[in-house]
């Protein structure tokens, strides 16, 4: 089950990040405010808390601008289901997006999940691209597009994966690796159909 978690929880983390609404600003120092724009920013950062889902936003630098927009430098979000750092995210509301430099995961069962972007979009896809790695199952990859709504993951490019017995390799710019997430397992097959191809690959130009 463990090994199922290794991209579910963060995806569950990840979903409750694009639902930002109804929160709580608390400036660590002084709270700034551009009456022309509307726009807040905290120079010291501080805390945004979503009180409906209890999500928790830390940042040392943040602007926000009510019902648009949340941009964070060194931020962190903690939830019952872990803890997600990133260098920097950028929160739209409109459309429903969450872009993400410096992506970092842990958890009490999962540790070692990075890449360096991240983008979670409003059609419950994730993409990570750049160095993505993880530790249980191992997993290299250049990009991984991620459908959370049907606990699948496209893996394309270079990539190098080992689960217990298990090890597959993608030595070629067009290599794909599907992981599929069932009943506490995690199944990789290089065999992808081609109608989950040509329905994920086109996500990872979003990035």
Known sequence: MRRALLLLVPLALFGLASRFAGFEVRPRGSSELDVST?????????????????????????????????????????????????????????????????VRFSSKEIRGLSAQQGLLLKEDVLVLKGEVRSSEPYLEASVVVVDTSQNLALVLGNFSFRDGATTLRGNRPDSTLLLSFAEGRVRASTRVPVEILNRLRPYADRL
């Not at 920013?41 to 040392?60: H, Q």
């Not at 927009?69 to 803890?83: K, V």
């Open 38 to 102: 509307g726009v807040y920013t905290l120079p010291s950062g501080g805390t945004i808390t979503d009180n409906r889902s209890g999500l928790v936003l830390e940042a040392r630098y943040i602007q926000y601008k009510e019902g648009e927009f949340i941009r964070a430098q060194g931020a962190t979000l903690r939830s019952r289901e872990g803890d997600f750092s990133a260098s920097s995210l950028e929160y739209l509301q409109k459309p429903d997006t969450l872009r993400l430099n410096g």
